[in-house]
């Protein structure tokens, strides 16, 4: 994977919010007030208002003169949502004991060095096969179906792309038209947004399996949204795109992955 790291350095949010959210205090603040518990409230929540704040986070960071970049947006939800499905298992149901790390995960090793997780809990917390499942898919497709979509992404053929290309430098890269490629890369996005976007979830969700489906919730809705700026399918891709090469990135090399640092 290509070395694009910095985005996430510490004081590189431009709104009051972002800042606040991503500032240590915040983190430390969450800390005491779960007392080593789940990194979650534990109570009923309304998923669209959380899933809307996070839409206003990421619409808030990435604005500039010319507007704000959909495609940068779904993006940074995808890669936000992909990695989500990983550390959420691992924040829930590792940290609980529920199952030990390696039940969860397929550690896969690099000729680089480098370390990236796969395993069925992460496909399906992607692409859940199950009737009545969330994931990441079902939310995200679904929403395309909705729309009219002309085609949607070929997931084998998506999965078969980020399996072969670990630990290159064209794993995360986005095949997409180049009218919609992301401003940065995803890797570079989850580093620069994990951290805040974690801690408002875990401050507003019940629990850390929640967390992957309301950034999924996220992304459908800013698919709704710009319906006639973006076709529907061309979203989902984009979202995809970014999602499933995330779910596998080591927690090592992204800035405040774990609530609880000592679970690392």
């Not at 500039?64 to 990983?86: C, K, M, N, Y």
């Not at 729309?147 to 670990?166: E, Q």
């Not at 698919?223 to 399918?233: A, D, H, Q, R, V």
Request: proline share 6%; hydrophobic share 40%.
């Amino acid at each position: 994977m290509k070395d694009i790291g910095g985005g996430g350095t510490p004081g590189t949010l431009q709104t009051p919010r972002g800042q606040f959210l991503d500032h240590p205090d915040c983190h430390a603040k969450l800390q005491q007030l779960l007392k080593g518990g789940l990194a979650g409230t534990g109570q009923k929540y309304d998923s669209k208002e959380v899933a809307g704040k996070i839409i206003e986070l990421v619409y808030g960071e990435t604005a500039d003169t010319r507007g704000v970049h959909i495609e940068t947006v779904l993006t940074i939800l995808g890669a936000l949502a992909g990695f989500a499905v990983q550390m959420g298992i691992r924040e829930e149901f590792v940290k609980s004991g529920k199952i030990s790390k390696e039940k969860a995960f397929l550690r896969i090793g690099t000729k680089d060095g480098s370390t990236y997780y796969a395993g069925k809990l992460i496909i399906e917390g992607l692409v859940s096969p199950r009737q009545g499942q969330f994931s990441v898919w079902t939310l995200v497709g679904g929403a395309a179906e909705h729309l009219g979509a002309k085609t949607l992404p070929d997931l084998r053929d998506l999965f078969d792309h980020v399996s072969r290309t670990v630990g290159g430098n064209d794993f995360g890269v986005p095949r997409l038209p180049p009218q919609n490629m992301p401003s940065r890369l995803p890797f570079e996005l989850l580093d620069k947004f994990w951290n805040p976007v974690r801690n408002y979830l875990a401050a507003s969700t019940s629990s850390p399996s929640q967390w992957p489906f309301v950034l999924a919730f996220a992304a459908q809705l800013v698919m709704l949204n710009t319906k006639g700026i973006i076709e529907p399918g061309i979203a989902a891709r984009i979202v995809m795109e970014a999602a499933v090469p995330m779910s596998k990135v080591d927690p090592r090399r992204v800035r405040g992955a774990y609530f609880w640092p000592t679970d690392a």
